[in-house]
């Protein structure tokens, strides 16, 4: 299988690209990928398009987005262009060539306003630009009709890259207070599970991915099991990590939002229900504190 792999810079696409090797033959693409015919910036749907048609791939794997939450605020058309309408470009030339698609979306295509886990039949009311380009590129491929899998994640973290994990660790270093809003609800998710989780479904398919997703194709939660706040996460990052010795870090305090205003409003809860993704592939994510734990002693 000939899969073209988006984003290997960033979180989950560079798990992907190390996970994948066993499933197929990756072809990586992105804006500083040394051979310059796979050079792809997906704000220019005539590269996306010309790329695809020459690669041929049977599929096409697209974890690169625009993920500055806050800054989305103010880049608004370019967080479009990546989020809403590279992925429909992307769907529309995967359908013309026979490939299928993988995609990944968020949290933040809800409003928080619910108090039970959101389950992919939930109306979707993103608060914040981030989340409504998300959403526009979801809508994007479901509306070409292309065999496909949209994972909807949450709260990213890696040893790699911008995310909530590293700025913890950078701050636990830099100062003796660190406050953390208490009043949102989600769940902690490791990119290399969300890469794993992709790899074994993708290795329940038969020869051909397509027929596979026609069938069990669509949208599903992918994301750990459990449920914390950005301060219950904080606090599990310092129990867990190891290397305690260089920490300035003295008080960890918990904070409502209010106290943290940042240009893009964020749900209050956006814990995502799992039980399709059980149902129909048999996979259920561990807990996110064994993943962070996992992750914190990786090399210990
Ligand atoms: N991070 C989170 O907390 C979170 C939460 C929920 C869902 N998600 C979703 O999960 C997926 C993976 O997120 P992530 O955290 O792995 O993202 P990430 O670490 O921010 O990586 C984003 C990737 O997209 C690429 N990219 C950005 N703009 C591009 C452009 N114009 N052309 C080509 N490539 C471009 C980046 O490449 P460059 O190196 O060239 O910039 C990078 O490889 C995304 O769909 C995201 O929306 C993330």
């Known amino acids: 299988m000939r899969i073209l792999l988006t984003g290997v810079t960033g979180q989950l696409g560079w798990e992907l690209q190390r996970t994948l090797m066993t499933i197929g033959e990756v072809i990586p693409v992105g804006r500083s990928v040394s051979n310059p015919s796979l050079q792809m910036d997906l704000t220019q749907v005539d590269t996306i398009r010309r790329i695809i048609r020459e690669i041929k791939p049977d599929l096409i794997i697209n ?134 989780a992709t790899a074994q479904i993708l290795s329940q398919a038969p020869e051909n991915i397509s027929d596979f997703l026609a069938n069990k194709g669509g949208l599903y ?29 003295q008080r960890l305090i918990a904070i409502p939002s209010k106290e943290y205003p940042t240009p893009a409003s964020r749900p209050a809860y956006s814990l995502l229900n799992t039980q399709k993704l059980s149902n129909n592939f048999g996979l259920v994510l561990p807990p996110w504190e064994r993943c962070l734990d996992l992750l914190l002693n990786l090399n210990n």
Do not use: C
């Open 63 to 196: 974890p690169a987005a625009y993920t500055a939450v806050d800054k989305a605020e103010t880049e608004p058309e370019l967080a479009m262009a990546i989020n809403g309408i590279a992925p429909g470009a992307i769907a529309e030339e995967a359908k013309r060539i026979g490939a299928a698609l993988i995609h990944y979306s968020t949290d933040y295509v809800f409003d928080g306003n619910k108090n039970t886990a959101y389950t992919e039949q939930d109306e979707t009311n993103p608060q914040n630009i981030y989340g409504k380009t998300k959403l526009a590129g979801e809508q994007a491929i479901a509306e070409v009709g292309v065999p496909h899998l949209i994972f909807r994640t949450s709260w990213v973290y890696s040893l790699r890259g911008k995310n909530f994990l590293l700025t913890m660790l950078r701050l636990a270093q830099e100062r003796e207070e660190i406050r953390v809003v208490d009043d949102q609800i989600g769940a902690p998710t490791w990119s290399r599970m969300i890469a794993e």
């Open 221 to 249: 939660n992918l994301t750990a099991t459990g449920q914390t706040s950005w301060y219950g996460f904080a606090k599990a990052i310092f129990e867990l990590e190891d290397r305690k010795s260089d920490r300035k870090l």
